[in-house]
């Protein structure tokens, strides 16, 4: 699959002399969640920001599993011509650059993580999706409206935002950028993981946030076997969504560790 993505700078050479770095947002996430950060960090290389198959502005598909979005990752660096690149996950994105890694280690220089353990989850995100195809979106009014219906179900504020960042169009013209059906339907394979007999010599810099439940110490022993050349961070007052609560401290942590 052809993937949307933005470069940073704009226009910037990806087979320049410094490694390019490839951004792979996660579950309900796009390359606008992640504009900011990239920009920061383009100061030093390019950076590349994907959304991901059945988010944003990339096609929609029959099909959500881990192999596809390993294998969109690869199509998109045979067409950039890319060979080889650091590569950033956030949360289900950071299970994609895990496999990655895993996969295809000649491809990457190193690989940070970002929140999210090489497990299966117990909770799952779907009655977010149920809430969302509940919406009559030939009757929706506004955002305004949308976000009203979704507050029993969402009683979240920042979460039912962020969601709503999918949301695109116009009264009697809205649409979901989510690929609401297949994503619901996929949602046991996205919360969990590959039983894989492997491990990635690739450098690895693995950061969780100190208030969220994704990554723990727990997860700590399972993440080096897979990744025996990882080091691990936490950055303070930050839950999941790290990289948005906590941006200079999550870019600090990248810069250093890319640079070296």
């Known amino acids: 699959m052809k993937l949307n993505y ?3 700078p704009d226009g910037a050479d990806v087979n320049n002399h410094v490694t390019p770095l490839l951004i792979v947002p996660g579950l309900f996430g ?3 969640n992640w504009r ?3 920009k920061q960090l383009s100061n030093t290389r390019t950076v590349i920001v994907v959304d991901q198959r059945n988010h944003g502005r990339s096609p929609h598909a029959e099909s959500h599993s881990y192999d596809d979005m390993v294998s969109d990752l690869v199509e998109l660096c045979r067409d950039l011509q890319l060979a080889s690149i650091d590569v950033a996950g956030h949360s289900m994105g950071g299970k994609v650059a895990m496999l990655l890694a895993l996969h295809h280690p000649d491809l990457l220089r190193s690989l940070v993580i970002l929140d999210i353990a090489p497990v299966a989850y117990s909770h799952s ?4 999706l149920k809430a969302l195809q509940d919406i009559d979106l030939s009757t929706l009014e506004s955002r305004g409206s949308a ?3 979704l507050r ?3 009683p979240d504020t920042s979460t039912r935002l962020f969601l ?3 949301l695109t169009g116009s009264p009697g013209n809205y649409k979901w950028r989510l690929n609401l059906k297949v994503l619901h339907d996929y949602m046991d394979e996205i919360i ?3 039983d894989i007999d492997a491990h990635s010599e690739v450098d690895t810099l693995i950061i969780a946030g100190a208030d969220s439940t994704y990554l723990r110490s727990g997860h700590h022993a399972r993440l080096s076997e897979l990744f025996p050349r990882s080091k691990f961070a936490t950055v303070a007052s930050a839950g999941h969504w790290l990289h948005a609560e906590q941006p200079e401290a999550v870019i600090k942590l990248m810069e250093n560790f890319l640079q070296k």
């Open 125 to 128: 995100h779907a009655p977010f």
């Open 6 to 8: 933005q470069l940073f």
């Open 30 to 32: 796009s390359i606008s």
């Open 36 to 38: 900011s950060v990239a």
């Open 192 to 194: 969990g993981f590959p």
């Open 164 to 166: 709503l960042q999918s």
């Open 147 to 149: 976000d009203r219906a």
């Open 152 to 154: 029993d179900a969402i």
